[in-house]
């Protein structure tokens, strides 16, 4: 069991939206800022969204990350086919004093 | 090019030993705090442990700790993950991970992953 929560899937279509989900509490999200990270199949993972919202470079802006309270967010639009991952999103918890990772969302584009 | 090159994984029996090394190229090792991170099979990631710039301060999962110890060789610009006393639920694809500050807490983020070393612990 995760301590942030993730959907464990989600789908799409190309040039969809989609929204990836990342819930938590005070003590990680709430305090803290939210990473998201993209694993494409048998890759290592790779920085996708850091400091709730900002991109590293060489990440469309087709990606976007944002915070309310203890939850956070992931959005990705006009979908596209190599979009196909798995999506983890972290942050520091003060209270378990560990960085602690969501269980991982599996994007399909259909 | 930025780079992190993982080694020393392998197939280790309950109980084993294995140590683990990161070789860092292309970025100022000795500015940078570190991570391992460990991806059971077809499990999600899993923070393992983090290192600040100086090996001031060095944190670890509960469910490692007393187990593995990290730590950094800046004049080498390796970091290595020395686990012992090694379980069946070790098995896993283990990451290093550059972090974007020199501190190992609170930020952030992991901006630089190497490929992973498997470690498989079983009889």
């Known amino acids: 069991q995760s301590v942030l929560t993730q959907p464990p899937s989600a789908s799409g279509t190309p040039g969809q939206r989609v929204t990836i989900s990342c819930s938590g509490s005070?003590?990680?999200?709430?305090?803290?800022?939210v990473n998201w990270y993209q694993q494409l199949p048998g890759t290592a993972p790779k920085l996708l969204i850091y400091?709730?919202?900002q991109r590293p470079s060489g990440v469309p802006d087709r990606f976007s990350g944002s915070k309310s309270g203890t939850s956070a967010s992931l959005a990705i639009s006009g979908l596209q086919s190599e979009d196909e991952a798995d999506y983890y999103c972290?942050?520091?918890?003060?209270?378990?004093?560990?960085?602690?990772f969501g269980g991982g969302t599996k994007l399909t584009v259909l | 090019e930025v780079q992190l090159v993982e080694s020393g994984g392998g197939l280790v029996q309950p109980g084993g030993s294995l140590r683990l090394s990161c070789a860092a190229s292309?970025?100022?090792?000795?500015?940078?705090?570190m991570h391992w991170v460990r991806q059971a099979p077809g499990k999600g990631l899993e923070w393992v442990s983090g290192?600040?710039?100086?090996?001031?301060?060095?944190d670890y999962t509960d469910s490692v700790k007393g187990r593995f110890t990290m730590s950094r060789d800046n004049a080498k610009n390796s970091l290595y993950l020395q686990m012992s006393s090694l379980r069946p639920e070790d098995t896993a694809f283990y990451y290093c991970?550059?972090?974007?500050?020199?501190?190992?807490?609170?930020?952030?983020?992991?901006?630089?992953w190497g490929q992973g070393t498997v470690v498989t612990v079983s009889s």
């Open positions: 991970a550059k972090d974007k500050g020199s501190s190992a807490r609170r930020t952030g983020p992991f901006d630089i």
């Open positions: 292309g970025f100022n090792f000795d500015d940078s705090a």
């Open positions: 290192i600040s710039w100086n090996s001031g301060s060095i």
């Open positions: 005070s003590s990680n999200i709430g305090s803290y800022t």
């Open positions: 400091n709730i919202n």
């Open positions: 972290a942050a520091w918890d003060d209270s378990l004093y560990v960085w602690v």
